[in-house]
């Protein structure tokens, strides 16, 4: 049996591509003896013509790498592009930096561990780029003996 026109015929009709029409097997006899579109539109409606889904690419990988790179991995030499301060510039590593020593200090302060001429003094060191962490100004402060309550 040749199905080739009532092929093209369907595939016209599903809005779709001869390789994606699908015939029933067990329907190929009432397929065969449609002549007319309008006897194709009507095994379509009765689901002996159907259109095959089509193929797409799997986003399976790219799922797991973007779960990856959440997690912070596959950020190597090979995956850069950019100098180091186009990725992060000075001024956002500075924030980065300073923001949560400036909030320890203020805690620090409210809370009584240190006194207003320790906490303006350390501030005053930590604008000019003495530590590099709150952990870094920590030890400084237990180093001087300026830390009246115990460390955290």
């Not at 093209?8 to 009709?13: E, L, P, V, Y």
């Not at 539109?41 to 799997?58: E, H, N, P, T, V």
């Not at 301060?85 to 924030?95: E, G, N, P």
């Not at 501030?123 to 309550?149: P, Q």
Request: hydrophobic share 30%; with cysteine; aromatic share 6%.
């Amino acid at each position: 049996m040749n199905l080739a026109s009532k092929k093209r015929i369907a595939a016209d009709i599903l809005d779709c591509g001869v390789n994606r029409v699908y015939i029933d097997p067990s329907a190929m006899e009432d397929v065969y003896e449609a002549v007319t579109r309008e006897d194709v539109r009507f095994l379509i409606d009765g689901g002996l013509i159907k259109a095959k889904q089509k193929k797409g690419i799997s986003r399976g990988r790219a799922r797991h790498a973007a779960k990856q790179k959440k997690k912070g991995k596959r950020i190597g030499p090979g995956s850069r592009k950019g100098s180091k301060y186009a990725r992060l510039s000075k001024k956002q590593r500075w924030i980065r930096t300073i923001r949560p020593i400036r909030a320890s200090l203020k805690e620090m302060r409210a809370s009584g561990e240190i006194d207003a001429s320790t906490y303006r003094e350390f501030y005053l060191l930590s604008k000019g780029g003495i530590f590099k962490d709150k952990k870094h100004m920590r030890a400084h402060l237990e180093s001087s003996g300026k830390l009246k309550g115990g460390s955290k």
